[in-house]
Structures are given as C-alpha cells and as structure tokens.
C-alpha cells in the first residue's frame, strides 16, 4: 500500500515561497506520475501539476511561472514551490500518485496539510 | 481549456437512486474519473476509466460516460454516502469538475 505525507509550514507571508515536501512510502516514486493539487476552504479542487519520468514536470496554465515541482528519487520525495504567494493561495495542500495507464486517476493521497498565507 | 461541470447540490432519499452529472464536450471519448470527499478526509477513488471500481468500492457506486455527459450512480444510497463527488479528465493534464454536494435525507 502506497502512503503519501505532506510536510511543511502552515503559515507564509505574502509574497514569499510556499515550499512543501511529500514523503512517499511503500513504492518508488521512479514511476507514476507524482502530483499537487490544492483545494481552498470551503471550494473545490485544483491541479496544480505533477512530475514524472527523470524530472520532467507539466504544470496548470493558471500557475505556470509561480510552480515548481521536483523530485528526490533517492529520498523518495517530491517538493512543491510556489513562488510570490498571496491570500488566494490559502488552501490545504495534498500530494497525490496519478496513474496515468488508460486514463489518468490519482488512486493515493496525502492526508493534506492547510497552508495559510497571512501577515 | 477544457472545463468539467458539475450541479452544485444533489438531494437524496436513504435507499433511492442518486445520479450525479459531469458535463463537458465531448466528454464521452475521454476516461471519467470520480472521487468522494467527506469532511475533513482527503478524496478517496471510487470510479475511473468510466466505471471501473478499485478494490474495496461498494457496487452500489458505478459510472458510465458517453455523448458530452459521464454520470456517477449510487443505488440504494446510504446517509454516509453524504458527501462532495468529483469528476475529472485528462486535457494536457488533470482537470477536476466543480463537485457536487450529496445530501442524503
């Protein structure tokens, strides 16, 4: 059974980087698809992007140019940055595996980890 | 970008038949994928590839997809079925369905 940990800090100030990490046990993360989504309180989710083969990553055209996402195989982790972040950016974070054989589907998540961007 | 949409909210009778929709074009030549989220827990899979269940989904949950339209069914819904349901598909990358609340009452 795969199980995914989000770890981090929960409060950033406005206009700083937002850097997660999430810990991946029982597989390698050397294949799947290894993704971030978010979901703000209260409203519904959003992909943020994945990474996969040897480091390449996709991101959501919403994010691209604040997001950063990479991977230490060797630690079995992969990390999430989000640059110049504001109170939109709030929202509670999860790692997830997406499977992306015969259609895509994010079969393991983290149990989510609340990131508040506040003064 | 491709865009998914859900209704906001879905009310159920215990026992009844719940059909939750996914919109969006030509939704049918691409996989549906659906997860449930109650309070406080992280989405959980309960159909993809359409209709395909993983280990361990009740059979009262199926899926089917076709036309502009993938629809979520729960027969003989339970009050702890009461959650928000997903949808989501792939275009260049995952894209999520607003989600719909279930209340089961």
């Known amino acids: 059974q795969v199980h995914l940990q989000e770890s981090g800090p929960g409060l950033v100030k406005p206009s700083e980087t937002l850097s997660l990490t999430c810990t991946v046990s029982g597989g390698s993360i050397a294949t799947y698809y290894w993704t971030w989504i978010r979901q703000p309180p209260g409203k519904g989710l959003e992909w943020i992007g994945y990474t996969y083969h040897g480091g390449s990553t996709n991101y959501n055209p919403s994010l691209e140019g604040r997001v950063t996402i990479s991977k230490d195989t060797s630690a079995n982790q992969f990390s999430l940055t989000l640059k110049f972040v504001n109170a939109a950016d709030t929202a509670v974070y999860y790692c997830?595996?997406?499977?992306?054989?015969?259609?895509?589907?994010?079969?393991?998540w983290g149990q989510g980890i609340l990131v508040t961007v506040s003064s | 970008s491709y865009e998914l949409t859900q209704a906001p909210s879905v009310s159920v009778s215990p026992g009844q038949t719940a059909k939750i929709t996914c919109s969006g074009d030509r939704l049918g030549d691409r996989y549906a994928t659906w997860y449930q989220q109650t309070p406080g827990q992280s989405p959980l899979l309960i159909i993809y590839q359409d209709s395909r269940r993983p280990s361990g989904i009740p059979d009262r949950f199926s899926g089917s997809n076709s036309g502009n339209t993938a629809t979520l069914t729960i027969t003989g819904t339970q009050v702890l079925d009461e959650a928000d349901y997903y949808c989501?598909?792939?275009?260049?990358?995952?894209?999520f369905g607003g989600g719909t609340r279930l209340t089961v009452l």
């Open positions: 989501q598909a792939w275009d260049r990358g995952v894209v």
């Open positions: 997830a595996r997406l499977d992306d054989g015969s259609g895509s589907r994010l079969d393991f």
